[in-house]
Each structure stands twice: as structure tokens, then as C-alpha cells.
């Protein structure tokens, strides 16, 4: 018969690229997992993974399991948590995704002392650079910056975030600072790769109403903002950033924001949560820590120059 701790194992292994993997995520040794692999087929009578290929990849039988064991897993949880939230109690495990820089500066904090004053919480962070690529299967909360194309998940604003074009001093000593959008191509520009975003398409709305569709062909390109920014710093060309990134580096003068009068796009940060029924008291808990956490803005509560609409 199937027990609890199978289901949480085959969980687990069914979310991993490869038993290599699955070890790593459960604090054991690839032998071991591949030992209870053997035992759980064994006892159902069934080949639930194709060990025919490099990567783990499961059969029909292991998916259905995946599947309908994944869900009693998450139920049973839930019901714990439940149970103990009637005693007032914060229980239970929250599964957190969040993009690589802002989930480092900001989330991993808000996290860390979170589970500080609920200790009955265990937390999984993930950072991603595609969070809002990953199934709400997958996470309790999910943190994005910028806009969302499409969801059917329930929004929550956490924080104002202005996009900004900026460089630094010595680059513009050097290439001198463009006055209007079309300028851009006379530059050279850093771009960052993110959300599946077109990077290369800038786009700016004047005081007017006008807007600029600017192409640029930019000589450095990275899926990192921290390695983007630390080229501007360096003088390697211009960059679009988010405030919360570079409105320090802007205060104290080692970035300059340009083209003042245009306007990009904002990249409001949101919190996205499953539109399931039943949601956790630690995932609300957690959503007002973090929102407690940002309020004042961070990036805000000095004067760095941005200008903010």
C-alpha cells in the first residue's frame, strides 16, 4: 500500500531533471533515490520512470501518479495547516518564486525574517529569471516586475517601480548624453534579457502623448540586471533599468538618468496568487509581511533623482 512519504518522494522526483537532482533536493544520495525508486515500483508493479534516456522522464503510469499523488500530498498539507490554523498556529510549507535580482535584494530578506517569527513555516525560494513561466502548480506566491501579457491569477500591487534609461558619467563625457529616443542608435547600449521580453524594442511616450519605437542594437546582452548594471557603472553604454536596481547608484552620481522627458512603460511589482480556493493562512500571512516590508518604497525613500509620474 502507498504511503504518505511515497507520494512525497515520487513528488518530488517527478518535478527533477534528472535522479541526480532529485537527490540534491531530498538530502540524499543518487544510489539511495534509484534504491526507493526500484522498491515503490516493486511494490505497485510498475515501470514509472523510462530510464532509457539521460534526463528523467516518466511513463504514463508515473505521470498519472505524479499527478493524483501530487494533489493528495498538497491536501493533506493543507489540512494540517488548517487544523492548525483553528489553534491560531502558522504551520506548513510556502513555496515562494521570485525574479533573480529583486528576489535577492528584497524577497530573500522579507523570507528570512518571516521565518524568523514563524518557525513552524519551512519555505522553498525559488528565483528565476522567467518566474511567470512556471505553473501555479509549482508555487503559493509568486513575485513579478513589469507588466503581465496575460493571467488569470489574482494580482496584487506591492510597490510603484519606474523603468529608467541611465548611463554613467564617464560614457557620456566620452559619447556625449542623447536628447531625443532616435538618438539611441548612435549609442552603445546593454540590454537584459527577461520574461521573454523583446529587450531590443525600446519604447517611450512624450508629455504629448507621442511615442517612440526605438530598435537598438546593443553590444551586450545578459539574462543577469546586476551584470547590466555593473557594465553601465563600468562605461560600457546605456541601459534600461528598473528604479528599484539603480535609484541608489543614481544618488550618489555613479549612474545619470537621460532622456528626462520620455516616458517608458512602468514595472510595478505584483504579487501573483493561484486562483485555487482554500488559500493558506501563511501565504496571506507571508503577502502582508512582504507588502509590510516594501511600504515605505525602498527605492523611494531617498532622493535619487528619478522622476516618477
Request: proline share 4%; aromatic share 6%.
Amino acid at each position: 500500500m502507498l504511503s504518505i512519504d511515497d507520494l512525497r518522494f515520487f513528488a518530488t522526483l517527478s518535478v527533477s531533471s534528472s535522479l541526480a537532482g532529485a537527490a540534491r533536493e531530498l538530502g540524499v544520495t543518487p544510489p539511495a533515490v534509484t534504491q526507493r525508486l526500484r522498491l515503490l515500483e516493486a511494490k505497485l508493479g510498475l515501470r514509472l520512470v523510462d530510464r532509457s534516456t539521460r534526463h528523467l522522464r516518466l511513463t504514463d503510469e508515473g505521470q498519472f501518479l505524479a499527478s493524483r499523488g501530487g494533489r493528495i500530498v498538497e491536501e493533506i498539507l493543507k489540512l494540517g495547516a488548517d487544523l492548525a490554523a483553528r489553534k491560531g498556529d502558522v504551520v506548513g510549507h510556502l513555496r515562494i518564486v521570485a525574479p533573480f535580482g529583486f528576489g535577492r535584494r528584497f524577497v530573500a530578506p522579507a523570507v528570512a525574517a518571516f521565518r524568523t517569527e514563524n518557525p513552524q513555516v519551512t519555505i522553498s525560494l525559488t528565483l528565476s529569471e522567467s518566474p511567470v513561466r512556471l505553473g501555479d502548480d509549482r508555487w503559493d506566491l509568486l513575485v513579478h516586475v513589469g507588466e503581465l501579457k496575460d493571467s488569470s491569477l489574482i494580482v496584487h500591487r506591492l510597490a510603484p517601480n519606474e523603468r529608467v534609461i541611465c548611463a554613467s558619467p564617464s560614457y557620456l563625457a566620452a559619447r556625449g548624453e542623447p536628447r531625443q529616443p532616435e538618438d539611441l542608435k548612435g549609442h552603445d547600449c546593454a540590454a537584459l534579457r527577461e520574461n521573454d521580453e523583446d529587450v531590443t524594442l525600446w519604447r517611450f511616450t512624450e508629455a504629448a502623448g507621442d511615442t517612440h519605437a526605438i530598435r537598438i542594437n546593443p553590444q551586450l546582452s545578459s539574462n543577469d540586471g546586476e551584470v547590466v548594471r555593473r557594465w553601465a557603472i563600468a562605461g560600457l553604454g546605456i541601459i534600461m533599468r528598473s528604479e528599484w536596481d539603480v535609484a541608489e547608484d543614481l544618488r550618489e552620481g555613479r549612474l545619470v538618468q537621460v532622456l528626462n522627458d520620455y516616458h517608458l512603460a512602468s514595472a510595478d511589482i505584483v504579487v501573483l496568487l493561484g486562483a485555487r480556493e482554500g488559500r493558506t493562512a501563511r501565504t496571506a500571512l507571508f503577502l502582508r509581511y512582504l507588502s509590510d516590508a516594501l511600504s515605505p518604497t525602498p527605492w523611494r525613500s531617498f532622493d535619487a533623482g528619478v522622476q516618477h509620474r
